[in-house]
């Protein structure tokens, strides 16, 4: 493992025929060895690759399931142990024992078969014949790096790639048949997980259902290796395309996968609750009750971004009420009033990675010092909900901490920042809950830090507890996170040119329109791009708003609650999440995962 050298690999677009097996395995076959042909070392190809999509019940696709190993992988064999390659099939199963169906994906390698994932998350098309992945998301150890494989739909959710990366993998394989939605993810679990990932969509139209091609190589950094054509349905055929891409094995370990050494697990037991549709009486009497008092559904936030004078409070101060002053006087006459305004982490400070100890400490402040006071004073002068941070002095201790403020001055929230950056391990503690609160008149909302957001298990507990907006007061220079750089045509008219890969995640993975204000300029070269993420850019038109990258601003966004008769929503996304698959998230032994030799091959899996 230590001296594996680069490869090729290659993604397959193909488009297989339904109720046609036979066909299907011999046209992709002969696809899968032009690619062997070429050099590929490893070679993915789409979602049920073998017998198309669409089938309304088990007895509608009983006769082309396969068992898993089975004559399909035994074709297949026959190509990887010639060329000495590795192949990833996306095929209807059949377990042998039981007789039960699953959505899958096989790993076959130059030794023979190797293993399998069956599909947690399921979408609504094969719910009629498919029963749920009960195996986890395994990893399998190989010569040319650890593989592991998702399918489709899991993409919505963090969890999937999540644990794939904890249980060790080095490459995500990702078999899919996706008209946008859950392919726009891939950038942003490759970045935040540090792994590649490998993306086989079909460019063809099924039983009405157009799947758009733009099959893509992403690297552990979020960059994009290659990509194919958008395919629209005017365009739609049947020709299969190869996409290559070449594999720089010394990039598996990467700053995304040592931050999973950052990780608080023992923070992270939510992950393993389920909220059953009985759980969604007190949401919806909150919901309700916002309703009736026609509170978000008609109100504005102001999103504050401006350049910080480290350590001056007098100066920052003065900026947040010129920029509040602005935000105010544009709301006036208007029907939307001003509701919330959220300003940068640390906001009278700055960040103060420059200060000497002794200066930070003398910056700290209790709940009842001037920094606190102050923005009490701002939020009744305005009648508005004020969210800042600062640095919190509790005994001894120092936080970095946010507070959200009522229009009558009262603290009804504040969050410690959990995860600390090495700067800031020099003078905080980390903090010890996962904030959700519900505030009276905007709804549930989930506080955290910036850094925090890096770790989307964070989020992802702010979902199970239906946060229905995430703030995130940030001072965000760079060091996580990648700009979206999705297909041109996934991209037109849905995302910001400097939409932010990692924040635009936690809406959707959450389904919690997340507030972000951010610092931009002074030496450490904050990157702006204070935003309101939406929940559903692809589909919904719920276009995200992104200030400018570098000017001072103050950014409105509208405050309007979730649509919750949309195709997903928070409640769906709550009763679709399959926890007992789950475990890796809140283990604490996730950097020594158990090995498993293949009961076939000589070959290992993590598990």
């Avoid at 905080?428 to 298990?457: Q, T």
């Avoid at 090995?595 to 091959?601: A, D, E, G, M, V």
Wanted: hydrophobic letters at 40%; aromatic letters at 8%.
């Amino acid at each position: 493992m230590e001296n594996i050298q680069p490869f090729k690999a290659a993604v397959i677009e193909f488009n297989p025929c339904l109720n046609n097996l036979e066909d299907n395995i011999k046209n992709l076959l002969e696809v899968v060895i032009k690619a062997a042909e070429n050099g590929a070392k490893l070679i993915v190809t789409p979602e049920m690759s073998t017998t198309g999509y669409h089938y309304e019940n088990r007895r509608a696709i009983s006769p082309f399931v396969d068992s898993i190993p089975g004559k399909t992988t035994a074709v297949f064999e026959e190509v990887t142990k010639r060329y000495h390659t590795h192949i990833v099939i996306g095929m209807a199963e059949v377990d042998e024992d039981d007789g039960l169906f699953y959505n899958s994906a096989t790993l076959i390698g130059p030794a023979g078969y190797i293993g399998k994932y069956r599909k947690i998350h399921q979408w609504a098309t094969e719910d009629s014949w498919s029963s749920w992945g009960e195996m986890g998301v395994p990893v399998f150890e190989t010569e040319i790096g650890k593989i592991s494989m998702i399918i489709c739909f899991d993409a919505n959710f963090f969890e999937s790639a999540r644990i794939a990366t904890l249980n060790g993998a080095d490459i995500l394989c990702y078999p899919t048949n996706s008209t946008g939605g859950a392919l726009s993810m891939l950038q942003s679990w490759a970045e935040m997980n540090g792994i590649y990932i490998l993306g086989a969509n079909r460019s063809n139209t099924e039983k009405g259902y157009h799947m758009i091609g733009a099959s893509t190589i992403w690297s552990p950094l979020g960059e994009k290796l290659a990509e194919t054509s958008y395919v629209n349905e005017e365009q739609a055929n049947d020709k299969s395309t190869i996409l290559y891409a070449d594999i720089d094995p010394t990039g598996y370990n990467n700053p995304a996968k040592s931050r999973l050494n950052e990780r608080k697990p023992e923070l992270y037991s939510e992950l393993m609750l389920f909220s059953g549709p009985w759980n969604d009486s007190k949401h919806d009497k909150e919901s309700d009750l916002l309703d009736r008092k026609g509170s978000s559904l008609k109100k504005i936030a102001a999103l504050l971004q401006y350049t910080p004078e480290i350590g001056n409070k007098g100066a920052n101060l003065k900026k947040i009420k010129k920029l509040l002053a602005e935000a105010v006087s544009s709301s006036q006459g208007e029907k939307s009033p001003l509701s919330l305004a959220v300003c940068p982490e640390l906001s009278l400070i700055g960040t103060v990675h420059s200060l000497d100890m002794l200066t930070i400490r003398q910056l700290g402040e209790t709940d009842q010092d001037e920094t606190v006071n102050e923005m009490k004073r701002l939020a009744v002068m305005h009648q508005i909900h004020l969210v800042f941070g600062m640095i919190e002095s509790d005994q001894d201790l120092f936080y970095n901490t946010v507070y959200a403020i009522a229009p009558n001055g009262e603290i009804v929230a504040k969050a410690r920042n959990i995860h600390l950056t090495k700067a800031d391990e020099r003078w905080a503690s980390s903090g010890k809950e996962i904030v959700v609160r519900y505030i009276n008149g905007i709804g549930r909302v989930g506080l955290m830090v910036g850094y925090d957001a890096a770790f989307p298990e964070i989020a992802g507990i702010m979902a199970v507890n239906k946060a229905d907006y995430i703030i995130i007061p940030s001072s965000w220079s760079g060091e996580f996170g990648q700009t979206m750089s999705l297909h041109e045509k996934i991209m037109e008219n849905k995302f910001p040119v400097n939409t932010m890969t990692t924040w635009d995640a936690i809406a959707r993975f959450s389904q919690a329109k997340t507030l972000i204000a951010n610092f931009t300029g002074t030496s450490l070269g904050y990157k702006g791009g204070s935003a309101l993420y939406t929940l559903d850019p692809i589909y919904g038109g719920d276009t995200p708003i992104v200030a400018s990258s570098n000017k001072e601003e103050v950014l409105i966004v509208p405050l309007t609650m979730t649509n919750h008769n949309w195709w997903f929503d928070q409640r769906k996304l709550l009763l679709t999440r399959r926890i007992h698959n789950y475990r890796p998230l809140i283990s604490s032994n996730v950097n020594t995962p158990t090995i498993y030799k293949s009961t076939i091959t000589e070959e290992n899996v993590v598990i």
